[in-house]
């Protein structure tokens, strides 16, 4: 699968951006997704992931109550809604797919397929 990363951009803190991930091929319902981020001399994060179905969603501990995960199967894309953005959110965005974990993971080492990432930038 391919997927395609999108709706990055600059944003003042307390903004808000969606970023989309479109995936091609017909078996995007087969995959859990989710979302990570990497600022310039940073590890890799975990942002947040969603099952197969949409029923069960997770997220990373600097962004739970201000991001939303979401898909929309029917059209074999998954959204990042942020809100109140902060600086420290600053970083380029990946949306990732997983074959064997339908329920989406906490772990970049169990996606098989990224996107290109798109760039966040969040001023002060």
């Known amino acids: 699968v391919q997927l395609q990363a999108s709706g990055g951009g600059l944003v003042q803190a307390g903004g808000s951006l969606r970023l989309s991930c479109a995936a091609s091929?017909?078996?995007?319902?087969?995959?859990?997704m989710g979302w990570f981020r990497q600022a310039p001399g940073r590890e890799r994060e975990f942002v947040a992931a969603?099952?197969?179905?949409?029923?069960?969603?997770s997220y990373g501990d600097s962004v739970k109550g201000r991001f939303t995960i979401s898909r929309d199967n029917g059209k074999n894309t998954v959204y990042l809604q942020m809100n109140n953005l902060k600086p420290e959110d600053t970083a380029v965005y990946y949306c990732?797919?997983?074959?064997?974990?339908?329920?989406?993971?906490?772990?970049?080492?169990?996606?098989?397929?990224w996107g290109q990432g798109t760039l966040v930038t969040v001023s002060s």
């Open positions: 990732a797919a997983a074959s064997r974990a339908l329920y989406g993971s906490t772990r970049s080492n169990e996606y098989d397929y």
């Open positions: 091929g017909r078996t995007f319902m087969r995959y859990g």
């Open positions: 969603i099952s197969w179905s949409g029923g069960s969603t």
